[in-house]
């Protein structure tokens, strides 16, 4: 839910609450309901407010605790928010709301820094301290609710999203060439702190970062779970693993209805959508909101899974909704790309976002199955990896993942733009060889939870959904239900062709098919098969005046590409051309002055 947005000044001048405005204003879709704005000499902030919690003027942002001498802006859902209240208010504190938001400031008052430990749920959020002028920034476990930073000598701007402090002005919009070499060779994933501009850092996740009024500043990692077994749970069944991980997403799935509005379902027909509408109904949830989206098919692919979401819906009598979207979603992509932070290449942004729009209308909160297969071992590059060394794992994982080698690279990109090194394998290397992962699979598993899932599938759903002022809830990123699975021998994950135990799990819940069916994924095959006017949306956004004086990517490799543009589909099936089309269109929809070449 919401936006915040921030300057903090480091060379006794005034905040700028105008700059501060613009960049609220570039972000109204994600809190349409309410708008707020702060200054205290150096310090500025703003908001845009979905109201979820709270609906009252109480909840308003950014909030004043002026007995406290806080500032708070918060983007998000502490789902623990009222026990912690009555934690607190047992310590004497006193509440002039039912916002999780006031909550989070007196946990700060009370605990310090560490307050960020006894935080349930998806955040970002700022807080300031007025009498001694520091700032603190944090964010989630899991990276779901994004925090942008642009800093220079002077200050220090942060928002929610990454176009609004473009929005603001005297931000270096030069390319990084570190995120490039990322965004090519991973599947367009451009891990923390870089994003595609050089001036904008993104914060990681599970960092809190302390800044005092002169600049200085520092970060510390607060959440860092072991991918090892644990002693403890070393008599366990598989029996005792599947009755633990049910439980666990059941508490997950509760904690994700706490809300003053009412909370639907992103219904795929997949297995991990489908176990939490069951686990929901199993709640007491009834005439439950359900929504599904399709595509027309291209080139004899099907566009669609309504048959295996009808199963679902008819078993849990859901209210549901079925959305069908035609062959032209060339009106709707200028949309979408526009809604991204950062660049997105997966093909089911476009369909977030249409979907998105549809919910919106009919409710504000849903709860999605983002994230089951990197948490339990859903994805095909995880069993070659079983009995393999870490060190030697590598090799591996990125055969499986990423689109191109670093010699491949320097086919493709201008020598200017080009790294020294295989910057994106090394990352790979650094994650699989450090301590805390016991086997290859545990160490790709800990990289996909903790990076890949971040900054791709979480990113996507996260601005796809807030494009139309709508909160999506992902159970399945429930820190404690992560914790548990990062702990269960990873034969137990890898069974039955992936998620093996939450598979055994669903079975006590869910029917049958839909749990045995064939590994889905979010078809769009028009931007799969680039063709007609997606080809040429595509090739006019790489052969523009903007993308020619950028001089990204090297003009031949460019034409070879256009001369069979379907033929070299990436490891992860990814269309290569839409891959430097797409990012050649965002940077022409996001940076002044550009604009779209059609």
């Not at 028009?526 to 090297?554: I, M, N, T």
Request: with cysteine; hydrophobic share 40%.
């Amino acid at each position: 839910m919401c936006g915040l947005t921030g300057e903090f000044r480091f060379d006794n001048r005034p905040a700028d609450l105008a700059s501060v405005g613009l960049m609220c204003d570039a972000m109204v879709a994600r809190g349409p309901d309410d708008s707020g704005a702060y200054a205290h000499g150096s310090l500025a902030l703003g908001h845009r407010r979905l109201s979820i919690i709270d609906l009252s003027p109480h909840g308003h942002q950014p909030m004043i605790d002026a007995e406290l001498g806080l500032a708070v802006v918060f983007n998000g859902c502490v789902y623990n928010y009222r026990e912690l209240r009555d934690e607190l208010s047992g310590y004497g504190y006193r509440f002039f709301s039912t916002s999780d938001t006031e909550v989070i400031g007196k946990a700060y008052h009370r605990w310090g820094e560490d307050f960020v430990d006894h935080l349930i749920g998806m955040f970002a959020l700022a807080i300031h301290e007025r009498d001694t002028g520091r700032l603190v920034l944090a964010r989630d476990r899991l990276g779901i609710k994004p925090l942008y930073l642009a800093e220079t000598p002077e200050r220090l701007r942060f928002a929610s999203t990454l176009p609004a402090l473009v929005r603001a002005g005297g931000v270096d919009t030069s390319i990084d060439p570190v995120a490039l070499h990322h965004y090519l060779s991973w599947h367009a994933v451009v891990p923390a702190p870089h994003t595609i501009l050089a001036g904008v850092r993104k914060l990681p996740p599970a960092t809190v970062r302390v800044v005092e009024p002169d600049g200085a500043s520092r970060e510390r990692v607060y959440w860092d779970p072991s991918f090892t077994r644990d002693p403890a749970k070393a008599g366990w069944s598989d029996t005792d693993w599947e009755e633990a991980v049910l439980e666990s997403l059941r508490v997950a799935v509760r904690r994700r209805l706490v809300a003053d509005v009412p909370v639907g379902v992103l219904l795929s027909g997949g297995l991990d959508s489908s176990l939490v509408v069951g686990l929901l109904a199993q709640e007491g949830q009834t005439g439950l909101n359900t929504f599904s989206i399709g595509f027309d098919a291209v080139g004899g692919e099907e566009g669609d899974e309504f048959k295996y979401s009808d199963v679902i819906a008819r078993e849990f009598a859901t209210d549901h909704h079925r959305i069908r979207v035609g062959a032209d979603l060339l009106p709707s992509l200028g949309d979408a790309i526009t809604a991204m932070s950062e660049p997105m290449v997966s093909h089911d942004a476009v369909a977030f976002y249409l979907l998105s729009k549809e919910v919106s209308r009919h409710v504000k909160v849903v709860q999605s199955g983002q994230g089951a297969d990197e948490v339990f071992a859903g994805y095909h590059w995880y069993p070659p990896l079983a009995g393999v060394g870490r060190a030697d794992a590598v090799g591996t994982y990125a055969k499986a993942f990423l689109d191109r080698d670093h010699a491949a690279m320097a086919e493709v990109v201008a020598p200017a733009y080009l790294t020294d090194g295989a910057v994106s394998l090394d990352f790979v290397r650094e994650h699989f060889t450090r301590d805390g992962a016991e086997t290859a699979v545990d160490a790709a598993l800990r990289l996909d939870t903790q990076i890949m899932l971040t900054d791709d599938p979480v990113k996507r759903v996260d601005n796809m959904t807030m494009a139309w002022g709508l909160e999506a809830r992902v159970p399945f990123l429930d820190h404690e239900l992560v914790e548990l699975a990062a702990q269960c021998p990873p034969e137990l994950k890898l069974a039955q062709e992936g998620k093996g135990v939450l598979k055994e799990a669903a079975r006590r819940v869910i029917p049958h098919e839909v749990i045995d069916r064939p590994k889905g994924y979010f078809p769009v095959p028009a931007l799969k098969y680039l063709q007609g006017p997606y080809l040429e949306l595509v090739e006019d956004a790489l052969h523009s005046a903007a993308a020619r004086d950028r001089g990204l990517f090297r003009p031949e490799y460019v034409d070879r590409l256009r001369q069979d543009p379907n033929a070299d589909l990436t490891p992860l099936r990814g269309n290569r051309l839409w891959q430097l089309g797409l990012l050649e269109l965002w940077l022409q929809t996001q940076l002044p002055g550009e604009g779209v070449t059609r």
